[in-house]
């Protein structure tokens, strides 16, 4: 689904990643972990297009990234969830329109009922038609997820979803993504947080990616 | 839970509420495309005008020819039946007629006073050739003129005719640069305010793009905008500039040149084309300013 082969990536002094050569099969669930600055939020854009490899070859669905027009990555992204650890809202639209908004920019609607279904899932029903400015984090993050789903993705990437939660969210924000994986959703989660993973890992076959001296590693059992 | 099923939808009214709503700033591209639609109409009007003026100016001189006759006094007379013989038999002249004395006295009195001895002076005599519907072989009739009446020199105006003709055209021009000026400076304001807009909303359109817009869609946004903005303020300024132009004292004959600025008949149709035509402008403008600026983004 997502294939990586000898990538490396550099912001000009030096390689932040090298030598990646990983794929992540469908159905897979995944974490990302290392420390901060370590290339965590680089890897998630190398695998949404937002940044193109500078060397090597990043596939998504089995079309190499660089080959892809901006349209093609437009296309490519309806089928990547992207939950990102700032939410990136328009602040100037409802929740349930936000949520709403991978439709409405490929000219389609979504179904009022499947809508409501979707706020009852995360439980932000009640507050549908609220700007995302009032929101608290774990809101957010709840909201930032639904929208990632709603167009039915086969990939959900998400960067930190649970970095400015509290534990008691940061768990209901993990068993959402373990139900999106049992609905057959390859998951590739971007986190810091080591308690995180052992609780996924006590729930679901979770692999953990680590970044460590620029390589992205599979750990092994020790968590 | 079930995933949301896809349907078709009529997008045009939600494309335009992705975007922020635009700052106190916005009504500046309305502002402008508006005056610049008015100056155009005057602009327009100039144009026009000169033209009708070219055209007035050749077809009147055109139309008539003048015959200098200057002879000795005893020849006078039988060169003038000479003249009115060759005229009478030459195709393409649809009358013509001596200048009598008296009408002589008349066209020199602005000049020497009504007290003229026109008799007594060596004044030429002058004939009034009007052309027929064929035109008449001018060269021709010198020549045989030259033949018939040594003394007639025939003047069919072309002296007087080009540079006035020419000075109209040339104005014309001017008019026709200055509307062009017009709609480049136009697209350049509405080219920078789009640009503006884009930066303004650069967090935005990085949202759009993180759930999978296409630049189409988000450069639709800002064009209809800016193209609606444009056509609404281009729309009142070619009305307050049709007024404007409406209300011009008509100036008679004494007004000579500023006869003819304004409209007239079907030539007021021609502002009303500006507004639509300042859409397109807008259109362009924003649709190229957009593509470049998305461009710059992932």
């Known amino acids: 689904m997502i294939a990586f082969e000898n990538v490396a990536y550099s912001y000009g002094?030096?390689?932040?990643?090298?030598?990646?050569?990983?794929?992540?099969?469908?159905?897979?669930?995944?974490?990302?972990?290392?420390?901060?600055?370590?290339?965590?939020?680089?890897?998630?854009?190398?695998?949404?297009?937002?940044?193109?490899?500078?060397?090597?070859?990043?596939?998504?669905?089995?079309?190499?990234?660089?080959?892809?027009s901006r349209d093609d990555v437009a296309r490519t992204r309806r089928r990547i969830g992207i939950v990102h650890q700032d939410c990136k809202f328009l602040d100037h639209m409802s929740l349930a329109a936000n949520m709403a908004l991978p439709f409405t920019v490929s000219d389609r609607e979504s179904d009022p009922q499947d809508m409501d279904d979707l706020l009852g899932w995360v439980g932000l029903k009640h507050l549908a038609d609220a700007l995302p400015p009032q929101l608290s984090g774990g809101e957010r993050q709840r909201a930032a997820l639904a929208r990632a789903v709603i167009v039915d993705p086969d990939v959900i990437l998400a960067d930190e979803p649970t970095g400015n939660v509290d534990w008691e969210m940061s768990l209901r924000i993990l068993t959402l993504l373990v139900e999106l994986n049992k609905m057959g959703k390859t998951i590739l989660v971007a986190t810091h947080d080591l308690n995180l993973i052992r609780q996924a890992k006590a729930q679901i076959q979770a692999r953990v990616l680590r970044i460590a001296k620029h390589r992205v590693q599979l750990a092994g059992a020790d968590l | 839970m079930k995933f949301p099923k896809a349907r078709p939808a009529s997008p045009a009214t939600r494309a335009l509420q992705v975007v922020p709503p635009s700052g106190p700033t916005a009504w500046l591209t309305t502002f402008t495309a508006g005056a610049m639609t008015f100056l155009c109409v005057f602009a327009l009007a100039l144009s026009l005008a000169s033209g009708r003026l070219a055209d007035?100016?050749?077809?009147?001189?055109?139309?008539?020819?003048?015959?200098?006759?200057?002879?000795?006094?005893?020849?006078?007379?039988?060169?003038?039946?000479?003249?009115?013989?060759?005229?009478?038999?030459?195709?393409?002249?649809?009358?013509?007629?001596?200048?009598?004395?008296?009408?002589?006295?008349?066209?020199?009195?602005?000049?020497?006073?009504?007290?003229?001895?026109?008799?007594?002076?060596?004044?030429?005599?002058?004939?009034?050739?009007?052309?027929?519907?064929?035109?008449?072989?001018?060269?021709?009739?010198?020549?045989?003129?030259?033949?018939?009446?040594?003394?007639?020199?025939?003047?069919?105006?072309?002296?007087?005719?080009?540079?006035?003709?020419e000075a109209a055209e040339r104005l014309r021009l001017l008019g026709a640069l200055s509307i062009a000026l017009i709609g480049a400076a136009m697209a350049a304001m509405i080219t920078l305010a789009a640009r503006a807009a884009l930066a303004t909303n650069a967090e935005a359109i990085r949202v759009l793009r993180l759930v999978g817009a296409k630049d189409s869609y988000i450069a639709r946004a800002f064009v209809r905008r800016f193209t609606l903005r444009t056509l609404a303020g281009a729309a009142v300024g070619a009305a307050a500039g049709m007024a404007g132009v409406a209300v011009l004292p008509a100036a008679d004959a004494a007004g000579g040149f500023l006869t003819g600025l304004g409209f007239s008949g079907s030539g007021w149709l021609w502002p009303l084309a500006l507004p639509p035509l300042a859409a397109v402008v807008a259109f362009l403008a924003t649709r190229r300013a957009a593509f470049q600026k998305l461009r710059e983004m992932t």
């Open chain 1, 13 to 68: 002094g030096g390689d932040l990643l090298a030598d990646v050569s990983l794929r992540l099969a469908p159905g897979s669930f995944h974490f990302l972990t290392g420390p901060s600055g370590s290339g965590k939020s680089t890897f998630l854009k190398l695998a949404y297009a937002e940044l193109l490899p500078t060397s090597g070859s990043v596939t998504l669905f089995d079309r190499d990234v660089k080959t892809l």
């Open chain 2, 56 to 165: 007035r100016w050749s077809q009147a001189l055109a139309k008539t020819a003048t015959i200098r006759l200057s002879a000795p006094i005893e020849q006078v007379q039988v060169q003038t039946d000479a003249i009115l013989s060759v005229l009478a038999t030459t195709p393409g002249i649809a009358s013509f007629r001596a200048i009598d004395d008296a009408e002589t006295r008349l066209l020199l009195e602005p000049w020497f006073g009504p007290d003229l001895p026109v008799e007594a002076l060596p004044i030429p005599r002058l004939f009034e050739v009007v052309e027929g519907a064929d035109a008449y072989d001018s060269e021709g009739l010198r020549q045989r003129l030259a033949a018939e009446a040594p003394g007639a020199v025939l003047d069919d105006h072309t002296r007087w005719r080009r540079p006035l003709a």
